[in-house]
């Protein structure tokens, strides 16, 4: 059975508590199938907090490991709490350069899909067609 290392989390602190809540729910079926393992390495200032993720069949472990993974994403505290919280999307960050990805990309999209949407949001959209988009089409 997954557990997670004490000293996972600290008061108000969201990434803490986002890795904690991973971590107590030690199964997630949006994994299901899946395996991977990441390392965050979260710069804050000249301090560098690192958490470690592994995703065995869905099966969920998280701890405060400095060891090798799949992928490595490296990121400055404020823009991993806005990614955390929802108030940052992560394919945006990386696009922008806020968030770094070495090593297996499959592995962090996979990551990408237990993280919350924007704050107020009630859930999925339902996939446009393309018979929607044709239709919004400006005239020649």
Do not use: Y
């Not at 919350?116 to 996939?127: D, L």
């Amino acid at each position: 059975m997954p557990t997670a290392s004490a000293g996972l989390t600290k008061a108000s602190d969201p990434i803490s508590e986002f890795f904690a809540v991973l971590a107590e729910s030690g199964h997630l079926a949006t994994f299901e199938g899946q395996s991977a393992t990441l390392r965050f390495d979260v710069a804050d200032g000249a301090e560098v907090e690192r958490w470690h993720l592994a995703v065995s069949n869905g099966d969920v472990t998280v701890t405060r490991e400095d060891g090798a993974a799949d992928a490595i994403v490296r990121a400055d505290r404020p823009h991993f709490e806005a990614i955390v919280t929802g108030r940052l999307n992560a394919q945006a960050a990386m696009l922008r350069g806020l968030l770094v990805c070495e090593g297996s990309m499959a592995a962090c999209i996979m990551f990408q899909r237990c993280l919350p949407g924007p704050p107020g949001s009630t859930g999925r959209v339902a996939p446009i067609t393309g018979a929607t988009v044709m239709s919004q089409r400006r005239p020649e």
